[in-house]
């Protein structure tokens, strides 16, 4: 028997289940209402392979995608499975894992940078020229007045305490390493994440 | 986790405490489904809530919260009561044989070197008994900044391999658990007797060779005041009875985010660099002294004491990703340039300063303070101290909109903040550990919209600038900055590709992408960002992002999904898994084995061609060369052996001591106050948890979810509910002596009524953390639904980890 692929077995069992043999006994003929059924919401799409975001199980997950290779358009996620192949998962996902969709594409997720005055009710949109400039600034004059390069023992310290970088569990390792290795040039002593809770 | 996710299934007995994985990990957890079907794998449950776990174990035991240090002293004292260790693993693997220093002493709750003042432990005597005299300038303990400095001296220690000396660690452990009878682990725990010998009997059942028993955990675990010491109980369990290295054994953490471990890996953490190297200290002034001082010296002739020979050559590699070409022997590769903490700067205490004024913004890349707690409300004034704040999410959080929480008059709040949008992992590529320490490699599926930007180009932008800054204006000892080696085709946003080869580590002089951390040098030549990576991105390419599906030994290695660190190792201390001859203790379940030239099976956490005649140690990691049942000198703040404390805030007085509560915990400015001293105005026990259709808060925002597990519930038992009036769905109000929230009553007999002390009766309360403010149902409601308004601002004393678990508070109907 020739190896068939997950989704030829899928595409065939859904061929049987939505009743062509059924109908073939009746007389139909039944080569169209097969090829219905062969098209799915997935058929055209791009797979891509991608990991849950949410707990460290590290289920692997396939990402379906439609569009986006031609100029000026956006691809749309359309559906997110679990992956068969992984020896973690072999394709389960929990309630989350399976909703991931609505997290990834969701009205609620900012748009544009924004910034918050002293005592304001509200944010503001500002350009992301703006946002670097203020947070390099912000980040700047607190390490200038907080650097410490020789502590009172007269040991060299060259750390700062002026700001602290809080996070990181929710972004990669590559991310992760170079947060650590900016925030540690820098002199950054308070450097933190979620491993504590 | 020492082993990884589809080991379960090789387990004949798991014990699942201080977590719920059949709700919180299920796609993970059906390996011990698996286990139970296909090997009859047992499955004990141990938990304040009976849950969906409990209702697939074979035993369900309900625990005091906060009790689990003596739970597992029993579990040791019945061992080693009833003989039932595996002596044969325990004379070669473990540090029983060892002689401890005379003057290690211990007496009613307190070990020898207590500072009642300072609250602190000189820990000088909690040392072997050594071949010679110490050498001379050996620095003394550092309680202040925690754990992880070297065990002292050169001299080796003394052993007994007979275990007869009365000083021996074997001894001395016997001593010390005596206390711990099952009649006194039932009156802390409030386990009945009966059912405390019933796990007991059958857990500690894995104590021969041909029976393995792993134990599982999550971060609840480790939300206590002694959680070090919890997970320090379950270590010692596990090497008592041989289960630490094999195939279906080990001390498993559950992580609770997609990349906590890896990031915890690359040391976004403030005591570590790269890899686990200690941050280095105030007074190493040289690089020699950094190298002097931290790494691991070997205590016997036996132990290799990999990572402590080999610490240099870690560091300096690291260096030299970092600073590349300024790096170099002349300037002692640029160490002066690491910053040296003044003290512990742990996540609690940079609030604190925050809170004091002294820290004046606080960068949040996906991690929201207020809801995270604890004491929420102490944390949001932190936040209100503060002159800046930078939000990095795709989505609001609770922290980027504490100036408009419920009650909070966004005028009275002074706190200027940026919100910038960041992509969301589907956007990007890059790798996530794994709880069983397996990086896998994700694709970008979409691009991201508008102008959302990845977080490394809010990094890559910000450094531009800073370094724009810099040159233009001068300021603070701008060298490490300038001299940041950033080599990026990116430089406003380095490419994930380039930062894993980074991490990998180059071989300088070649180019090449190095195959092994093994091949790291000290004198500059060699260059890798965190050495355990090394192996991860090779010649070979992406390792990471291998998808090959062969199980070729049957245990679930599968040695080429992915790569696991380090070295693609599966099972760590795997050289346990086998005898003094090098065979497995259970052949039917080999990690790996000795074929008479080399190790075979698992990747060895072991030289491949170490022959077992040769003897050395198995434990490679530490300066023994074998696991510690007792831990030396500085590597614990609170004691070689893990002791029973009460919580902060407990309903009953210690019964093994006169000490209630840790006695080194850190108290911060002003949280004392806010404790319950006893149980009269609060007279519960309650703990917070998790449930499965959310993670942490980030799911508020994900209508599915919102629709299944819509709003905040408090769990509490039909007895406590009948003696106040509460029905099954009306409103209840929970106060502790910090706050208060209201919810919905789901009265249950999940949370059994205990018998604690000399039977007082304690009712528990389970409250899960999910509801806020800032997203779902909480959107817009002046409801108090953050379980964290509940919580006692104080820590682990070791690391600092907050006391989530176990605190005191009363319920009424609201």
Redesign the interface.
Known sequence: MPELSRRQFLQGTAGVAGGAVGLAAFGFDAEAAIREVRSTRIEQATE?????????????ML?Y?IG?SSSNT??V?VHIE?DP?????EG??????A??L???V?A??????????????Q?ERIS?DD???????????????????T?E?G??????????????????????????????????????????? | MTNHWRDFKNSDVILVIGANPAENHPCGWKWAHVGRDERGTRIIHVDPRFTRTSAIADVFVPIRAGTDVAFFAGLINYVLENELHQEDYVKLHTNASFIVSEDFTFDDGLFSGYDEAERTYDSSSWDYERDEEKAEGEEGPDPGLGQGTSPGAAAFAKVDPTLADPRCVFRLMKEHYRRYTPAMVSQITGIPEDKFLRVAEEFCSTGTADRAGSVVYAVGLTHHTSGVQIIRGAGILQLLLGNVGIPGGGVNAERGHANIQGNTDNAISWEILPGYLAIPRAGMETLDDYVEQIPAKALRPESINYFGSNYKKFLVSLLKAWFGDEATEGNDFAYTWLPKPAQNSSWLTIHDEARAGRLDGIIYGGFTGVTVGPDSTRMAESLGNLRWMVIMDPLPTSASEFWRAPGVDPASVQTEALFLPTTHWIEKSGSFTNSGRWAQWKHAVLPAEGEIRDDNWVLGSVYQELKRLYEDEGGAFPDPLLALRWPYSDPLNPPLEELAKEVNGVDLTTGEQLPSFAELADDGTTSSGNWIYAGSWTEEGNQMDRRGTEDPTGLGFFPEWCWSWPLNRRILYNRASADGEGRPWDPTRPGIQWNGSAWTGDVPDFPADSDPADGQGAFIMTGEGVGRLFAPLTLTTDGPFPEHYEQTESPIHNLVSSIRRNPVTFLYEGAPASFAEDDSEYPYVATTYRVTEHEHYVTQNVPYLVETMPDFFVELPVELAAEKGIDNGSQVRVRSKRGEVVGVAMVTKRMRPLRVGDGKVVYQVGIPVHWHYAGGKGEGSQAPMMANLLTPYIGDANVRTPEYKGFLVNVEKA
Not at chain 1, 50 to 56: D, E, F, G, R, V
Not at chain 1, 166 to 195: C, D, F, H, P, W
């Open positions: 891509t392979r991608t990991l849950c975001p949410y707990c460290a199980v590290g289920c692997s990402a995608t986006g956006h691809p996620l679990g192949d992984s020896p973690i998962n389960t996902l929990c309630p989350k894992g909703s991931t609505q997290l990834a969701n609620k997720r900012a748009k544009y940078p924004m910034y918050r005055q002293p005592g304001g009710d944010w992301w946002a670097v400039g203020k947070m390099a600034r912000w980040m700047k004059d607190s390490r200038d007045e907080h650097f410490t390069e502590d023992d040991n060299t310290v060259n750390r700062q305490t002026g700001f602290s970088f809080l996070g990181g569990a929710t972004i990669s390792n590559e991310e992760g390493y170079l947060t650590a290795k900016l925030m540690r040039a820098l002199g950054t002593v308070y450097l933190e994440q979620q491993a504590r809770v």
